[in-house]
Structures are given as structure tokens and as C-alpha cells.
């Protein structure tokens, strides 16, 4: 499957930005997806993850309550919306997906088969 991010851009703190992955290639009900992020000097981190069938979500302790995962098995496209941003928040954001990972391994990056290109997150204060 192929992924495409898009939605970055620079916003002011307090703010929002809706994030858009769209998939083609496979079957998209049988992804499970992820959005993650890497900050500059940091590690890539996990921020967010949607189930398949089920639509199960989990959020990285610092954006839960603030960011929202979703997907539309219609349109094959996978949302991160994101309020009350934060500097702190600032990232190039990805989003990642696998047939085969369990709800378990979600949160760990090496887990996922294909990955997008990434789109920058700026949080300006």
C-alpha cells in the first residue's frame, strides 16, 4: 500500500491542524495505521493508532485528550486532528501502516510495513 501525508503547516500555539493519510494500492480495511512523529535531536515517537475492524484507538500519553485519530474506510483516508497545539508539538509527522501488526506492537514504529513521506508540523508560541 502507498501512503500519502499531507496537511502540515505552521500554525500558532493553541491552534489546530487536521492531518490527512491516504492509502492506495491494497485493501484498506485490512490496515491497522499509526501516526507518528520525529522532532529534530529527538527519537521518532509514537503519537497515535486506529485498528481495523474495530476502529480502536491509542494516543501517546502527551497528545491524548488533544488529538484525535480516525478513518473513513470509504475514501481509504486516515485523519489526525489535532488541537491545542503545542511547540512542543512541532515535528514532521508520518503516517504508517501494517496488515499483520498486532494491537499490542502498535505503538512501536518497527512494527509498521509501508510508511508516507511525512508532513511538517510547526507550533510557533
Known amino acids: 500500500v502507498q501512503l500519502q501525508a499531507s496537511g502540515g503547516g505552521l500554525v500558532q500555539g493553541g491552534g489546530s491542524l487536521r492531518l490527512s493519510c491516504a492509502a492506495s494500492?491494497?485493501?484498506?480495511?485490512?490496515?491497522?495505521f499509526g501516526w507518528f512523529r520525529h522532532a529534530p535531536e529527538k527519537e521518532r515517537e509514537f503519537v497515535a493508532g486506529?485498528?481495523?475492524?474495530?476502529?480502536?484507538?491509542f494516543y501517546a500519553d502527551s497528545v491524548k485528550g488533544r488529538f484525535t485519530i480516525a478513518r473513513d474506510n470509504v475514501k481509504n483516508m486516515v485523519y489526525l486532528q489535532m488541537n491545542s497545539l503545542k511547540p512542543e508539538d512541532t515535528a514532521v509527522y508520518y503516517c504508517?501502516?501494517?496488515?499483520?501488526?498486532?494491537?499490542?506492537?502498535?505503538?512501536?514504529?518497527?512494527?509498521?510495513?509501508?510508511w508516507g513521506q511525512g508532513t511538517q508540523v510547526t507550533v510557533s508560541s
Open positions: 494500492g491494497g485493501t484498506f480495511r485490512r490496515y491497522r
Open positions: 504508517a501502516a501494517s496488515s499483520s501488526i498486532i494491537i499490542s506492537a502498535m505503538r512501536n514504529s518497527a512494527a509498521y510495513t509501508y
Open positions: 486506529i485498528g481495523s475492524s474495530d476502529s480502536s484507538t
